[in-house]
């Protein structure tokens, strides 16, 4: 799917539900008639509009989605919801109008009732925190597939309905989209969903209509502060998900400071878990065994109940974000022995696409692409490569522009930190000079204590090429930013781009594989 905006997926045969039951159901005020209306899907994008249609227009960050009635009205939408201004600009549409107070935060209610998902719903877990949400979230769905359900998953990465995978556009999709993807897992037997719930998520009403079995929460680190005005705000936008309206139980990881504060302010019932020696929670993960292809783990609980197995991934990060996963499983009320035992020798059964993902052969140094992108994840990834390598190690980084700039300086930092030589290089330059970017990675570099050999190399394409060429048997390569992305944005256009295929490419160009 190179750089092609991802589909929606949908319910292959949606049931009719008349418009008049939505409009009494939900009180809403009614404009034309309804008579013989039925309803078979809702969208707020005309993108994705099939006919049947209940086309919600929702003021944007540019365009008021009711300036797209008329556009709507001719791919078959049968009606429009939208608020008091929209509805005077959909006038012309010919087509009834509902007008509600605030039509994003009637989506998700509504949604869930034209699908109907909360009638008998899968179990239902969701996932929120800076880093290792997508981690989380795969690793859960690998062990509910372990136990023998059908699962389904919403990452940032992909979208999973039993075996169908497609890639992924928003980390949390539109409640509308959600609400469709849920009705599809349901046609296809689904008894089990992951979904990853982020900050914006949760602020711009995506999971309405969910009351997740399950919620929980990874860690908060520096990281979005251009959709928050601070940290505190961003903390905020993360607790909706630990109150009785979107979640039943939660498990908090009190790894970083601000779990005691989702435990305090919770109004669900919560246990905590983390995998640091000097925190005290109900739930302790404890590293036994640390190797290139996997980490071992212990996760002991109240009571003394344990269980011990792997995550074939490199960091006690990842047996943190797996040991949070099997405790949300048993918050679910899976048995701790029966996860155990379908885990059996082997352990976990997850591929993550892009996370600390290995795409090196057996000769010459070790390359690792990853999605991390913010000092935090750079911390941990870079501790858990040096962990393994005997030679140097390398990072490639670039920053993206249009996001959050205020962190630019820490990730230089940390990254020049913690490697012996860096290479800032660009990421989705967007509408930014990449130039700056990278001046600005430069100029957190130069603050470290550290002092790496540094390059400054732009496109990534030249980048990776570099550091393959830098670098021995024995040295590590760690490319942070790009992690699964099959495109790059360049100025508002997606460019067919994969950093897992370049450092494949300039390996073999090296000499190092014929992969
Ligand atoms: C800032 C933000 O969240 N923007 C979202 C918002 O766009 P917008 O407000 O700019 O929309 P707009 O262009 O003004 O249009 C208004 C309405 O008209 C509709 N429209 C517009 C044009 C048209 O021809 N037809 C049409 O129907 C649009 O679908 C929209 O509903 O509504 C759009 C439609 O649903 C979203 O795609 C878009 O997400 C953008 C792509 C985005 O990048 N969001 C990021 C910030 C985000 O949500 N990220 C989080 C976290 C990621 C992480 O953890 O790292 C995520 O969950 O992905
Ligand atoms: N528990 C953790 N603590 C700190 N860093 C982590 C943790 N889990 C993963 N990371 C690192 O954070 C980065 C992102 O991981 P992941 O994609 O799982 O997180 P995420 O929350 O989904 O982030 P995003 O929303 O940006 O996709 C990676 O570099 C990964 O190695």
Redesign the pocket.
């Known amino acids: 799917m190179s750089g092609r905006i991802p589909p929606v997926l949908r319910p292959e045969h949606p049931a009719a539900r008349p418009l008049s039951g939505l409009v009494e159901e939900f009180g809403i005020e009614a404009r034309g008639s309804l008579d013989g209306i039925e309803i078979t899907g809702i969208t707020l994008s005309t993108a994705d509009l099939q006919p049947g249609d209940l086309y919600v227009g929702v003021r944007g960050e540019h365009r008021h989605g009711a300036e797209f009635a008329g556009d709507a009205a001719q791919k078959g939408a049968v009606a429009i919801m939208t608020d008091e201004a929209g509805a005077a600009i959909a006038g012309d549409a010919a087509l009834p109008i509902l007008v509600v107070d605030d039509p994003r935060a009637a989506l998700g209610d509504v949604s869930a009732w034209v699908y109907r998902t909360m009638e008998e719903p899968p179990l239902l877990f969701g996932t929120t ?7 989380t979230s795969h690793l859960l769905e690998g062990i509910l597939r372990q136990v023998g359900l059908v699962t389904g998953l919403s990452s ?1 990465t992909e979208r999973h309905i039993g075996e169908l995978s497609v890639v992924s556009r928003l ?1 949390t999709p539109e409640a509308s989209e959600m609400h469709a993807l849920l009705a599809r897992m349901r046609e296809a037997g689904v008894r089990a969903v992951a979904v ?1 719930v ?1 900050a914006q998520a949760l602020t711009r009403h995506r999971v309405d209509g969910i009351v997740f079995d399950v919620v929980g929460f ?2 908060l680190s520096h990281d979005h502060l251009d959709d928050y005005s601070d940290m505190e705000e961003y903390f905020q936008a993360k607790l909706p998900l630990f109150q009785p309206e979107r979640g039943r139980r939660g498990v908090v990881s009190l ?1 970083s400071p601000y779990g005691q504060r989702v435990v305090d302010s919770a109004r669900i019932p919560v246990t905590t878990i983390s995998a640091r020696d000097d925190v005290d929670a109900e739930w302790r993960v404890q590293l036994t065994d640390e190797t290139p292809l996997y980490t071992g783990f212990r996760l002991t609980g109240p009571g003394g109940q344990s269980l011990e197995t792997r995550v074939p991934l490199i ?1 006690w ?2 047996a ?2 797996a040991g949070l996963a099997i405790v949300m499983m048993v918050e679910a009320g899976f048995e701790l022995d029966a996860i155990a035992h379908a885990l059996g020798e082997t352990g976990i059964d997850a591929y993550l696409p892009g ?2 993902e290995r795409v090196s052969g057996e000769e010459g140094p070790s390359v690792y692409v ?4 913010s000092p ?2 750079f911390e ?2 870079l501790a858990a490569v040096r962990r393994f390598t005997t030679g140097r190690t390398i990072m490639v980084v670039g920053a993206d522009g249009d996001r959050d700039a205020t962190k630019r300086h820490e990730m230089g930092r940390v990254s020049a930190e913690g490697c012996d030589v860096l290479v800032i290089t660009d990421h989705h330059p967007r509408f930014e000079d990449p130039a700056s970017i990278r001046a600005t990675l430069l100029e957190g570099a130069a603050l470290a204590t550290n002092r790496p050999e540094i390059h400054e190399v732009s496109p990534p394409e030249a980048a990776i090429r570099v550091a393959v060429n830098l670098a021995r048997e024995g040295d590590s390569i760690l490319w942070a930013g790009p992690g699964h992305q099959d495109y790059r944005d360049i100025r508002g256009v997606r460019t067919e781009y994969s950093a897992r295929d370049e450092a494949r490419a300039a390996l073999r160009e090296a000499g190092w594989s014929t992969r």
Not at 370 to 373: K, V
Request: aromatic content about 4%; proline content about 0%.
């Open positions: 925190g800076t880093n290792g949400k997508t981690s940032t980390t990853e982020s990874t860690n790894d960091g990060h990842m943190a974000n996370r600390i990853d999605f991390g992108h935090d994840a941990n990834t």
